[in-house]
C-alpha cells in the first residue's frame, strides 16, 4: 500500500463547479499535510496546509479525518486558472521536516 | 524574487556521462533537499542536508551523490546516468526549526535527458 494515496483523475469539470479531492495516507503517526498544486512542467507550491479543525482560504477548503487517516480539498466556483495537478503531501513519522507526496489528482476546468 | 534557483533547467548528457545539477537559495535555509519526479509520479526525496549532515534515502541508489560546500548551494552528482534517470529533478529548502508545518519551498526543477 502506497503511504499517500490519490486518485489519479483527471476530473474534468466546468467552470464554476465546485470540486473534491481526496487522499489516503497509510501511517497514523503523520502530523504535518499539506496540498501542493503543480502545473504542467513546473514545481509543487504551496496551496495551504490542513489544519486538525479544517481550514479555508478563498474558493478552497482543506479538512483532515484523523481517525479515517483522510485529508480532503474542496475547491468552489472554479477557474480555468485552477486546472493543475493537485498534490497531497503528509510528513514522515520519522521526521517533521521529511514529507511524502502523494502522486497527484489532475484538474481540468473547462470553460 | 527567486528564492531556490536551479541550473540548468535543461540538461541533456549521454548515457554514462557524469553530469552534475546544481541548486542554491537566498532563504539561509539550514535544510536542502532533491527530488527526483517523473512524469505523473510523485516527486521522491533522493537525500537532504540539514545544514552540513547529510541524509541519504535508503533506496536512493549509489550513482547519486551530492555534495553541500556552503549554507547557499548544494549539487547533485550523477556519476553514470541511465536511460532511467531521465527525470525532473527538484531542489527545495525548509526551515530547520522543528515545526509541525514547515512549507518547502521549490526551485523550478532541472529537466534532466539521457541520450
Known amino acids: 500500500r502506497k503511504e499517500v494515496e490519490q486518485d489519479p483523475g483527471p476530473f474534468n469539470v466546468p467552470e464554476g463547479a465546485t470540486v473534491a479531492f481526496n487522499c489516503t495516507y497509510s501511517n497514523s503517526a503523520s502530523q504535518s499535510f499539506f496540498w501542493y498544486r503543480q502545473d504542467c512542467r513546473k514545481e509543487p507550491k504551496l496551496l495551504m496546509s490542513v489544519y486538525s479543525s479544517g481550514n479555508e482560504d478563498g474558493r478552497f477548503t482543506a479538512q483532515l479525518n484523523r481517525a479515517s487517516q483522510y485529508i480532503s480539498l474542496l475547491i468552489r466556483d472554479s477557474k480555468l486558472s485552477d486546472s493543475a495537478t493537485y498534490l497531497c503531501?503528509?510528513?514522515?513519522?520519522?521526521?517533521?521536516?521529511?514529507?511524502?507526496f502523494g502522486s497527484g489528482t489532475r484538474l481540468l476546468v473547462r470553460p | 524574487d527567486a528564492m531556490v534557483i536551479q541550473n540548468p533547467r535543461y540538461q541533456v548528457t549521454q548515457f554514462g556521462k557524469p553530469v552534475t545539477l546544481s541548486c542554491s537559495q537566498t532563504l539561509n535555509h539550514n535544510v536542502m533537499y532533491w527530488y527526483q519526479q517523473k512524469s505523473s509520479q510523485a516527486p521522491k526525496l533522493l537525500f537532504h542536508?540539514?545544514?552540513?549532515?547529510?541524509?541519504n534515502e535508503a533506496d536512493t541508489p549509489d550513482n547519486f551523490q551530492s555534495r553541500r560546500p556552503n549554507t547557499s548551494f548544494c549539487f547533485l552528482d550523477i556519476r553514470s546516468p541511465g536511460l532511467g534517470d531521465a527525470a525532473m529533478y527538484l531542489c527545495a529548502t525548509i526551515t530547520g526549526t522543528p515545526s509541525s508545518h514547515n512549507e518547502q519551498f521549490f526551485g523550478p526543477g532541472t529537466r534532466l535527458t539521457v541520450l
Open positions: 503531501v503528509v510528513n514522515r513519522a520519522d521526521s517533521s521536516y521529511k514529507l511524502i
Open positions: 542536508y540539514y545544514d552540513k549532515d547529510f541524509n
